[in-house]
């Protein structure tokens, strides 16, 4: 009987999580947001590669606001290869936002790596889209849009409305800084400025 009520229970909260981010995205926040979202080009986030050894790559990854003004920044080692940065894309007018929330290597165990959300954040609202919050409705609409976000990060993807999807760094020139790239079809990579 116990595990009766507890699916229960569990179904009927996915329901409720499903309808919550299906309004959240098509008639809510996102689409009130649709003007700062990004159809295609860069995003204001970057990587700079120093240098890659058999076993480590050295990089320094830096966050900006739509302002041009750095926000964070993280510089470390990390054992693999090529980096890897898993971000939730969500539809927004006849843009996307992108949520940056896990940066990690090929070697790197599934479900690991650094947490991204706290170098772009700041009282659970995200600065890479504007710093300017003087509208009380725009901060309001960014912090529960940016809720929804970071509860997908842990949702298994059949219950998730949001697009994951994840931007690689193989080949680089040490020493130039790479971009975040939104292509139209909502995939993600990394391109230095031309």
Do not use: H
Request: charged share 20%.
């Amino acid at each position: 009987m116990r595990l009766f009520w507890a699916a229960t229970i569990a179904l009927v909260c996915a329901a409720s999580g499903v309808f919550i981010s299906s309004y959240i995205i098509s008639g809510g926040p996102a689409s009130r947001l649709s003007s700062y979202s990004v159809q295609e080009g860069f995003l204001p986030v970057s990587v700079q590669v120093f240098g890659r050894s058999t076993e480590t790559i050295s990089a320094r990854m830096t966050f900006y606001s739509a302002e041009g003004n750095m926000i964070g920044s993280l510089e470390r080692s990390w054992q693999g290869w090529e980096l890897a940065m898993d971000c939730l894309v969500v539809p927004s007018g006849s843009g996307r936002l992108v949520f940056p929330y896990v940066l990690q290597t090929d070697v790197t165990n599934p479900g690991k790596g650094v947490r991204l959300f706290p170098y772009y954040t700041r009282n659970s609202v995200p600065f890479l889209y504007t710093a300017d919050f003087s509208e009380a409705s725009v901060l309001t609409d960014f912090k529960l849009l940016f809720t929804l976000v970071k509860t997908e990060v842990w949702m298994p993807d059949f219950l998730g409305n949001l697009r994951k999807e994840t931007a690689r760094l193989r080949q680089f020139d040490a020493g130039t800084e790479y971009y975040l790239w939104l292509d139209t079809d909502g995939s993600l990579s990394f391109r230095p400025l031309e």
